[in-house]
């Protein structure tokens, strides 16, 4: 791409005279211009970008790292324990509801095996893993 003419703008900064704008045509075939501001101490004419805290790779992978560790295993894991204290709560004559959607109440817990009743006047029952126990309904009514 070539580059006739470039033109340069520039206003005096001065307090001296009446300042106005002046114009001139600078006809160059290769010139380029890098400025940097005295302000920002991270410009360089090398075109690095500012290193803050975001700016080591080392550091964003250990920080996507954590996030990932809080969200795959801590969450399910606190879950887990929070559903198998629910089941060691559990006692007879309690109410709940199966992750299928089946509400009973407790007649009998043994170590692999619920059973529930789950029908009154025909005096149905069925047995669920202790996995199966979605909610306690007895506890959070109370």
Known sequence: MEMDNIWILAQAESGEGPSGISSEPVSTEETTATTTTAADPNASGGGSPPQGIFGNPLLMIGLMLVVMYLFLFRGPRKKQQQHKQMVQDLQKNDK???I??????IVDIKDDEITLKVDESNNTKIKVTPSAIGTNLSKDNK
């Open 100 to 105: 299928g959607g089946i509400i009973g109440t």
């Open 96 to 98: 709940v509801r199966t």
